[in-house]
């Protein structure tokens, strides 16, 4: 990322608006080519339970175009997370397929699911989840490392440190920085691969509202910036309403499929 | 709740690839924390390499020093040695070396009762008569120096230090050898060809062989060894003369041997002794090697979410896998380093420690082999023990960074599981049997290990099933929390009921051995058995003999005659035909038909046999069959039961005796086993009475007189009326086998030590690595508003269960293989001592109870946040 675009960014980081409006505009216009990042078909879960199938997700349908911002809300038990960890491949599903990126990702076997997901995903989660005995710089690089990029990572690996406020913690271990800064760090590390995809499994649900803002300006930006199609689970519905697009979960399909204020 | 998704899809094969470099990385960085947590493994693995480090390293500076001294040991590059003077045909052979230029020299070692009129003190000593020359390597140190030249002066004699010790007399003084009564000349305070047992036995005097000739102390059937010692240098040249007399030798009962041979049969006997010592530092290392699997299975559940996230991350399960095993290994090399450091330091003590047990000086040096194979052997435990529950990494799923109770479903059959078990079995078996003095022993120390470890595994299991059916449902609320900790999820019952019950077992068993092995000596020794053994009794000399016993032990005494005899022949073939025959399962054992048998004639079967086959005179059945053999007109024989074996002859077989020139056929009647333990005078031919009677022989006679004074009276009294008779005192063996045996004992349990501290690491291992459950787990409890005292009595009651249970089952287990091994190992009989055994559990459980509280102060001291923080990082 060039010096000018990073100033962009954060200009508008700072002024809410603003630039965003164009960049969502050369999204919508790339979005025309109607290329879908994600698809779902028939996917269906259950877990068995005391001996008798509890169905979570029934026979859902869904695609997501790419570079589009979608939200995933719906009240406790509805599904969401499971239908995150399906979309991204972490857990297998009863029956239906999912397309990343044109890829049937279930046709991988697991070991080759991680590779797609080294290659292709970024996650953001509630509780950060940064690898507490490496120091902050250190969890930016795993996914990079991951890919075979070491030293010559190191640098992009500290731009984005330094990008979501943190270049001066560059050594500091995940014990001793805030919630907010920890959840900096997992933004960064998320992007840090480039991915096309990014699951963001309630990225606020463990900060305070003023720090859980500026995580989620910080990530829609960086998300814009990078092209990637955001997938957000949340509780939030504030939150819900920036994205293009919003899916309501409820007895494990989709009840609700309506447009976000991202969209306009 | 468990996953029922499908997987009946066709899978692509492609996979994440491999990033050794990345797992590496990863491992050194979570070392930096991670590792810091179970360090303490560390040091079981530690206390374990050190221990083999340094046993291997002492094994090679003994053999070392003994083959770098072989000829000093000696005194000499060959020997040639037989308890008979050597015959024409020898002579003829030494005659012709000494023309070729080589050194010879004969010394003839008897054992006598010596006198020192001046003190009235008498005692069997060995007495050896040396000629000039010996020994012609190393240095002899006497008193006053330089003495050894001139001991051979007629008249004269030099002593062992202890002699003037044990008599209370001094140089200048003189002492009553047979028939002459010689001046001490002084001391023999070094004489390099000693072998530490030699002078523990029985101290020596040292004289001329003209001295002891005229002494008159060899008379018929005296038990006297000769030997020629040869100063060959060329190697080649000594093989020559093996070669060209073996013949010779073996029909003159002549044993000819070089030095190096010897030293090569004296590293033997420490190497069997050191393979004994490895086998108990090997347990150590084991202990160190369930610990660290204990261990990992711990840190891997708490790594659980950062293995979900890498798994989140990309990184495929090789790659999650590697950077945990990589851990491991680091660990095992921090252990098996620190290993090799304390074990070459150890190795400068084991000289200290078996010092007077060892023949030689020994020097140290650090033996690269030793310490590869101990930093090898550290890493290979640490890492096959970590590998079962390092398997649990590729369990993790990526879905648990999302929902942290998810479980996938168990895999049903996993060959990698199997593998890595059956990996720690071969481990386990090979490195037993590389290190146990012979395969079987190996291999039997292995079976008892893993049957050990089953054992104490399944009374974990047990323990878990017993207290959650029968909870203490009445108990006030702390214990109930305490005891239902032993079953609850991820609880840690297992793994410390198998670190401490391993523990207890290993020591349990040591001291129960060791325990039972001294009883064992004493027993020997012990009341109503005989204590003086007088011998070389000349046929006349018997009722002067009895005379001068005490009279109330005079009826009690035994006599056993013995009639020194030869094989003749068996079934009438001659000892040279037996010897030629090709089928090696018919031929006679070179030994047993040479050997010069000293024959008694009975008509009981003695204290120390058992009849086990055939009829005895009297018509007694064996025990394990009673077949009668008709002898017809020919006298019949009871062999004992192994030479028969050895002499491939059994009951109704004939043989003829040569007897002092006579030829007596004889019939194997029956065959008797002989527990040679016993301090009795044993043999291994006895002829039904009538037949020898009028043979050359002399007598032995055994007595029990239980005044000392009034042992010593008989002994003193014996040396004036007949110096040819030699006394044994049992009590004075007992003495110097203890002697011996307790430095045995030292070095056991000094190694014993290292798995008595490497089981209580192990403890205080498990125990710190669920601190952080426990400690989670107490400050909820405080949060919820628990008393100090109802959370201390909540630990109290779990590690006073488990310490219990785990400790007992482990001594259990110990009194079982101890009543296993006496028997059938050391054939002795075994009889539980409950005080040893109760105080190790006592021991034990005090230390589980007191470790675990302790290493949960910071849970009483400290508010019930900042742990709770700490925890949850």
Redesign the interface.
Same mark, same amino acid.
């Given at each position: 990322m060039g010096e000018s675009e990073a100033a962009e960014v954060s200009a508008c980081g700072d002024t809410s608006g603003c630039e965003q409006a164009a960049v969502r505009a050369k999204a919508r216009v790339e979005r025309t080519r109607n290329v879908m990042m994600i698809v779902a078909e028939g996917l269906k879960k259950s877990y068995t339970s005391g001996g008798r199938p509890l169905p979570v997700l029934q026979s859902l349908d869904l695609s997501i175009e790419a570079d589009s911002f979608v939200s995933i809300v719906g009240p406790s038990g509805s599904g969401k997370t499971t239908l995150l960890g399906l979309l991204a491949g972490l857990d297998e599903p009863t029956s239906g397929r999912v397309l990343l990126d044109g890829e049937d990702i279930f046709s991988f076997s697991e070991d080759g699911r991680a590779a797609f997901r080294a290659e292709r995903v970024g996650f953001v989660f509630q509780t950060f989840h940064l690898l507490p005995t490496l120091t902050a710089l250190e969890n930016v690089l795993v996914p990079l490392e991951l890919r075979g990029e070491g030293n010559e990572a190191r640098g992009s690996a500290v731009s984005l440190l330094e990008r979501v406020g943190l270049g001066g913690r560059l050594d500091h271990f995940p014990s001793q920085l805030s919630g907010g800064e920890q959840q900096r760090v997992a933004l960064a590390r998320a992007f840090s691969n480039r991915p096309k995809i990014l699951f963001a499994d309630e990225p606020t649900g463990n900060l305070d509202h003023e720090t859980g803002a500026s995580i989620v300006e910080m990530l829609e930006h960086l998300n814009q910036e990078a092209n990637t199609t955001l997938v957000l689970v949340t509780h939030d519905l504030a939150l819900a309403e920036r994205a293009d697009r919003i899916l309501t979960l409820g007895g494990g399909r989709v009840v609700e499929d309506r447009p976000g204020e991202g969209s306009g | 709740?468990?996953?029922? /998704? =499908?997987?009946t899809?066709?899978? !692509? %094969?492609? $996979? @994440? *690839?491999l !990033?050794p $470099?990345?797992a590496f990385? +990863?491992a050194m !960085?979570?070392s930096? =924390?991670?590792l810091r947590r179970i360090g303490v493994y560390v040091a079981s693995i530690t206390l374990g390499v050190g221990a083999l480090v340094s046993i291997h390293s002492f094994r090679d500076d003994f053999a070392r020093s003994v083959q770098e001294e072989a000829d000093v040991l000696m005194g000499a590059n060959a020997r040639l040695s037989g308890d008979v003077v050597p015959g024409p045909e020898i002579e003829e052979v030494l005659d012709s070396l000494r023309d070729a230029g080589a050194g010879v020299a004969r010394v003839t070692t008897a054992s006598s009762m010596i006198l020192a009129p001046s003190t009235e003190s008498v005692r069997l000593l060995q007495v050896r008569g040396i000629d000039p020359g010996y020994p012609f390597y190393g240095d002899v140190v006497t008193e006053p120096e330089g003495a050894w030249g001139q001991h051979l002066e007629p008249g004269q004699v030099l002593v062992d230090p202890a002699v003037l010790t044990q008599f209370g007399v001094d140089i200048g003084d003189s002492l009553t050898v047979g028939t002459l009564t010689l001046q001490i000349a002084g001391t023999v305070d070094d004489l390099p060809t000693d072998v530490a047992f030699q002078t523990a036995i029985g101290p020596r005097v040292h004289m001329s062989q003209e001295t002891l000739e005229a002494a008159e102390l060899i008379g018929f059937g005296s038990l006297a060894r000769h030997e020629v010692f040869l100063e060959i240098p060329d190697e080649n040249e000594r093989r020559a003369i093996r070669d060209r007399y073996d013949e010779l030798f073996q029909t003159s009962d002549v044993t000819f041997r070089t030095a190096e041979e010897q030293a090569q049969s004296l590293s033997n006997g420490v190497r069997f002794l050191g393979r004994f010592l490895a086998l108990v530092g090997l347990a150590a290392l084991l202990l160190g090697g369930v610990g660290v699997a204990s261990a990992i299975h711990v840190y891997i559940r708490e790594k659980r979410?950062?293995i @979900?996230? &890498?798994?989140? &991350?990309? @990184? $495929?399960? /090789? %790659?999650a896998f590697l950077a945990y095993l990589s851990q491991a290994a680091l660990l095992g090399l921090i252990g098996a380093a620190s290993g090799v450091v304390l074990g070459v330091a150890l190795q400068e003590v084991m000289p200290i420690v078996l010092r007077g047990v060892l023949p030689v000086e020994v020097t140290t040096r650090i033996s690269v082999t030793s310490v590869g194979a101990g930093l090898g052997i550290g890493i290979w435990v640490a890492v096959v023990f970590a590998l079962i529950p390092l398997l649990q990494v590729r369990d993790v *799923? *990526? +879905?648990a960074? &999302?929902?942290q109770d998810f479980e996938p479903p168990r895999r049903r059959f996993d060959p990698l599981r199997l593998g890595a078990w059956t990996l720690l079995g071969a481990s386990v078996l090979s490195l037993c049997a590389y290190e146990a003095p012979n395969v079987e022993l190996g291999l039997a120390f292995a079976l008892s290990l893993a049957v050990a470890g089953a054992a104490i595994a399944s009374v974990g299991v047990g323990l878990m099933f017993v207290t959650r059916r029968y909870f203490p449902s009445r108990a006030s609320y702390p214990v109930r929390q305490g005891v239902s900790n032993l079953f609850r999820p991820q609880n840690q019952t297992i793994s410390v009921t198998l670190a401490l019950g391993f523990g207890a077992f290993v020591i349990g068993t040591i001291v129960q051995v060791e325990g039972a092995l001294r009883d064992d000596l004493t027993v020997s020794f012990g009341s109503g058995r005989p204590n003086l053994l007088l011998f070389d009794i000349q046929t006349d000399q018997l009722e002067g003999i009895r005379s001068l016993l005490p009279l109330d032990v005079r009826g009690e005494s035994e006599t056993s005659p013995i009639v020194t005899s030869r094989i003749a022949s068996i079934n009438g073939i001659e000892p040279d035909s037996l010897r030629s025959n090709p089928d090696p399962a018919a031929r006679p054992e070179a030994w047993a038909l040479r050997r010069e048998y000293r024959n008694t004639y009975r008509s009981y079967v003695g204290r120390a046999e058992e009849l086990v086959s055939g009829r005895w005179w009297d018509g007694t059945a064996g025990s394990e069959d009673g077949i009668e053999v008709d002898a017809g007109e020919l006298p019949r024989v009871s062999l004992e039961i192994d030479v028969a074996e050895s002499l491939r002859v059994g009951l109704g077989d004939t043989i003829t005796w040569n007897v002092s020139g006579a030829r007596i056929p004889t019939v194997i009647t029956s065959l008797r086993s002989v527990d040679w333990g016993q301090l009795e005078p044993n043999f291994f031919a006895i002829l039904e009475p009538g037949v020898l009677e009028s043979a050359p022989q002399n007598i032995v006679m055994v007595a029990r007189i239980e005044d000392p004074q009034a042992r010593a009276r008989v002994q003193r009294a014996l040396v004036g009326a007949f110096p040819n008779v030699s006394a044994l005192d049992f009590s004075r063996v007992q003495e110097a086998i203890d002697a011996v045996l307790s430095k045995v004992r030292q070095a056991v349990a000094f190694l014993g030590g290292f798995s008595a501290l490497a089981g209580i690491i192990v403890l205080i291992g498990a125990l710190a690595t669920s601190r952080m459950q426990r400690l989670r787990e107490g400050a909820l409890l405080r949060t919820l508003g628990a008393r100090q005292s109802q959370v201390m009595t909540v630990l109290f009651a779990e590690y006073l269960a488990l310490g219990s249970i785990a400790t007992a089952s482990g001594l259990i287990l110990a009194v079982v293989a101890a009543a296993l091994l006496m028997p059938n190992v050391f054939e002795i009989d075994y009889t539980l001592r409950p005080l040893p055994i109760l105080t190790i559990w006592g021991v034990v459980v005090c230390l589980t109870v007191l470790t675990g509280l302790v290493s949960s102060r910071d849970l009483l001291r400290r508010p019930p946040l900042p742990v709770l923080r700490e925890a949850s990082?």
């Amino acid at each position: 990322m060039g010096e000018s675009e990073a100033a962009e960014v954060s200009a508008c980081g700072d002024t809410s608006g603003c630039e965003q409006a164009a960049v969502r505009a050369k999204a919508r216009v790339e979005r025309t080519r109607n290329v879908m990042m994600i698809v779902a078909e028939g996917l269906k879960k259950s877990y068995t339970s005391g001996g008798r199938p509890l169905p979570v997700l029934q026979s859902l349908d869904l695609s997501i175009e790419a570079d589009s911002f979608v939200s995933i809300v719906g009240p406790s038990g509805s599904g969401k997370t499971t239908l995150l960890g399906l979309l991204a491949g972490l857990d297998e599903p009863t029956s239906g397929r999912v397309l990343l990126d044109g890829e049937d990702i279930f046709s991988f076997s697991e070991d080759g699911r991680a590779a797609f997901r080294a290659e292709r995903v970024g996650f953001v989660f509630q509780t950060f989840h940064l690898l507490p005995t490496l120091t902050a710089l250190e969890n930016v690089l795993v996914p990079l490392e991951l890919r075979g990029e070491g030293n010559e990572a190191r640098g992009s690996a500290v731009s984005l440190l330094e990008r979501v406020g943190l270049g001066g913690r560059l050594d500091h271990f995940p014990s001793q920085l805030s919630g907010g800064e920890q959840q900096r760090v997992a933004l960064a590390r998320a992007f840090s691969n480039r991915p096309k995809i990014l699951f963001a499994d309630e990225p606020t649900g463990n900060l305070d509202h003023e720090t859980g803002a500026s995580i989620v300006e910080m990530l829609e930006h960086l998300n814009q910036e990078a092209n990637t199609t955001l997938v957000l689970v949340t509780h939030d519905l504030a939150l819900a309403e920036r994205a293009d697009r919003i899916l309501t979960l409820g007895g494990g399909r989709v009840v609700e499929d309506r447009p976000g204020e991202g969209s306009g | 709740m468990s996953d029922s /998704g =499908h997987k009946t899809r066709q899978r !692509r %094969t492609i $996979g @994440a *690839p491999l !990033r050794p $470099g990345f797992a590496f990385r +990863l491992a050194m !960085r979570e070392s930096r =924390h991670g590792l810091r947590r179970i360090g303490v493994y560390v040091a079981s693995i530690t206390l374990g390499v050190g221990a083999l480090v340094s046993i291997h390293s002492f094994r090679d500076d003994f053999a070392r020093s003994v083959q770098e001294e072989a000829d000093v040991l000696m005194g000499a590059n060959a020997r040639l040695s037989g308890d008979v003077v050597p015959g024409p045909e020898i002579e003829e052979v030494l005659d012709s070396l000494r023309d070729a230029g080589a050194g010879v020299a004969r010394v003839t070692t008897a054992s006598s009762m010596i006198l020192a009129p001046s003190t009235e003190s008498v005692r069997l000593l060995q007495v050896r008569g040396i000629d000039p020359g010996y020994p012609f390597y190393g240095d002899v140190v006497t008193e006053p120096e330089g003495a050894w030249g001139q001991h051979l002066e007629p008249g004269q004699v030099l002593v062992d230090p202890a002699v003037l010790t044990q008599f209370g007399v001094d140089i200048g003084d003189s002492l009553t050898v047979g028939t002459l009564t010689l001046q001490i000349a002084g001391t023999v305070d070094d004489l390099p060809t000693d072998v530490a047992f030699q002078t523990a036995i029985g101290p020596r005097v040292h004289m001329s062989q003209e001295t002891l000739e005229a002494a008159e102390l060899i008379g018929f059937g005296s038990l006297a060894r000769h030997e020629v010692f040869l100063e060959i240098p060329d190697e080649n040249e000594r093989r020559a003369i093996r070669d060209r007399y073996d013949e010779l030798f073996q029909t003159s009962d002549v044993t000819f041997r070089t030095a190096e041979e010897q030293a090569q049969s004296l590293s033997n006997g420490v190497r069997f002794l050191g393979r004994f010592l490895a086998l108990v530092g090997l347990a150590a290392l084991l202990l160190g090697g369930v610990g660290v699997a204990s261990a990992i299975h711990v840190y891997i559940r708490e790594k659980r979410a950062s293995i @979900a996230v &890498l798994r989140c &991350l990309g @990184a $495929g399960q /090789g %790659t999650a896998f590697l950077a945990y095993l990589s851990q491991a290994a680091l660990l095992g090399l921090i252990g098996a380093a620190s290993g090799v450091v304390l074990g070459v330091a150890l190795q400068e003590v084991m000289p200290i420690v078996l010092r007077g047990v060892l023949p030689v000086e020994v020097t140290t040096r650090i033996s690269v082999t030793s310490v590869g194979a101990g930093l090898g052997i550290g890493i290979w435990v640490a890492v096959v023990f970590a590998l079962i529950p390092l398997l649990q990494v590729r369990d993790v *799923p *990526p +879905l648990a960074a &999302l929902r942290q109770d998810f479980e996938p479903p168990r895999r049903r059959f996993d060959p990698l599981r199997l593998g890595a078990w059956t990996l720690l079995g071969a481990s386990v078996l090979s490195l037993c049997a590389y290190e146990a003095p012979n395969v079987e022993l190996g291999l039997a120390f292995a079976l008892s290990l893993a049957v050990a470890g089953a054992a104490i595994a399944s009374v974990g299991v047990g323990l878990m099933f017993v207290t959650r059916r029968y909870f203490p449902s009445r108990a006030s609320y702390p214990v109930r929390q305490g005891v239902s900790n032993l079953f609850r999820p991820q609880n840690q019952t297992i793994s410390v009921t198998l670190a401490l019950g391993f523990g207890a077992f290993v020591i349990g068993t040591i001291v129960q051995v060791e325990g039972a092995l001294r009883d064992d000596l004493t027993v020997s020794f012990g009341s109503g058995r005989p204590n003086l053994l007088l011998f070389d009794i000349q046929t006349d000399q018997l009722e002067g003999i009895r005379s001068l016993l005490p009279l109330d032990v005079r009826g009690e005494s035994e006599t056993s005659p013995i009639v020194t005899s030869r094989i003749a022949s068996i079934n009438g073939i001659e000892p040279d035909s037996l010897r030629s025959n090709p089928d090696p399962a018919a031929r006679p054992e070179a030994w047993a038909l040479r050997r010069e048998y000293r024959n008694t004639y009975r008509s009981y079967v003695g204290r120390a046999e058992e009849l086990v086959s055939g009829r005895w005179w009297d018509g007694t059945a064996g025990s394990e069959d009673g077949i009668e053999v008709d002898a017809g007109e020919l006298p019949r024989v009871s062999l004992e039961i192994d030479v028969a074996e050895s002499l491939r002859v059994g009951l109704g077989d004939t043989i003829t005796w040569n007897v002092s020139g006579a030829r007596i056929p004889t019939v194997i009647t029956s065959l008797r086993s002989v527990d040679w333990g016993q301090l009795e005078p044993n043999f291994f031919a006895i002829l039904e009475p009538g037949v020898l009677e009028s043979a050359p022989q002399n007598i032995v006679m055994v007595a029990r007189i239980e005044d000392p004074q009034a042992r010593a009276r008989v002994q003193r009294a014996l040396v004036g009326a007949f110096p040819n008779v030699s006394a044994l005192d049992f009590s004075r063996v007992q003495e110097a086998i203890d002697a011996v045996l307790s430095k045995v004992r030292q070095a056991v349990a000094f190694l014993g030590g290292f798995s008595a501290l490497a089981g209580i690491i192990v403890l205080i291992g498990a125990l710190a690595t669920s601190r952080m459950q426990r400690l989670r787990e107490g400050a909820l409890l405080r949060t919820l508003g628990a008393r100090q005292s109802q959370v201390m009595t909540v630990l109290f009651a779990e590690y006073l269960a488990l310490g219990s249970i785990a400790t007992a089952s482990g001594l259990i287990l110990a009194v079982v293989a101890a009543a296993l091994l006496m028997p059938n190992v050391f054939e002795i009989d075994y009889t539980l001592r409950p005080l040893p055994i109760l105080t190790i559990w006592g021991v034990v459980v005090c230390l589980t109870v007191l470790t675990g509280l302790v290493s949960s102060r910071d849970l009483l001291r400290r508010p019930p946040l900042p742990v709770l923080r700490e925890a949850s990082e």
